[in-house]
């Protein structure tokens, strides 16, 4: 009995000296590694993921939080923001954004609320930052025309959805925001190449279509517009909006 009992001593220090061994010489190991682990899952690639954090020059963007507050709030934030709940959305954004204001990816998903919401002026700011944190990322320059575009800034706008295209031409429906813009600014060849250029991307959406068709019917060019209405009705026979559209361009030509 005492021999078992003296096994039990020795088992229950060895342990003890186990552990605080462990916890000593392993703790800054196991303190990485699950901080490592917990970043891991940002929703976005991080181009300096791979550098060494001494190397990481102190203006270099992150799309990774520097605290586990931020990365908490950021959580809760893109709760309610799946949830249509903007607004509570925006509160622990704007919370995330005082923690670190480098943290692109709750800039980024703060200045869609905005844009969302029609505050254009606060979502250009949000974007213009983002445009000069990480300059070859397109949709931040696309978002930028945006926020620029609803506030009549057409040659601004223009300026920020050429760079996103020429950063990243594979996306249809920033063509159809440049020749809204080409539109806007009275430039109606450029306009037409634009939505030419989005149709050939993508040939059978609807609204690039019909959007394309009402442009033609404002410059009375019928015959085409009703080329590409026929089209719409292929895919969508019973379309109300390309039914009216093909009436009217028929009494036009009357």
Known sequence: MEIFFIVIIIATLLGIFIRRYYIINKGLYLEKFFVRKFFSHTSRENPL???????????APRAVPKTMEAKMLYNKAMIFYN??????SKKRLIQVTALDQNF???LHKLGLIYLKQAQF???????????????????????????LYEQQKFEEALISYLKSIEIDDSRPGRFVSIAEVYRQMDQKNKAQEMYEVALKLDPTNIDYLLTYTHFLMEEQNYNKAKI???????????????????NECDQKEV
């Open 49 to 59: 993921q791979d550098m060494p954090e001494r190397k990481i020059p102190s203006y």
């Open 121 to 147: 002026p606060k979502a250009e700011a949000l974007f213009r930052q983002l445009v000069n944190q990480i300059e070859t990322e397109a949709i931040y320059h696309s978002n930028l025309g945006r926020a």
């Open 228 to 246: 590409y209405l026929d089209k719409v009705l292929k895919i969508q026979p019973d379309n109300a909006i390309a039914l009216e559209m093909k």
């Open 83 to 88: 949830r249509g709940d903007l607004d509570e």
């Open 104 to 106: 692109v990816d709750a």
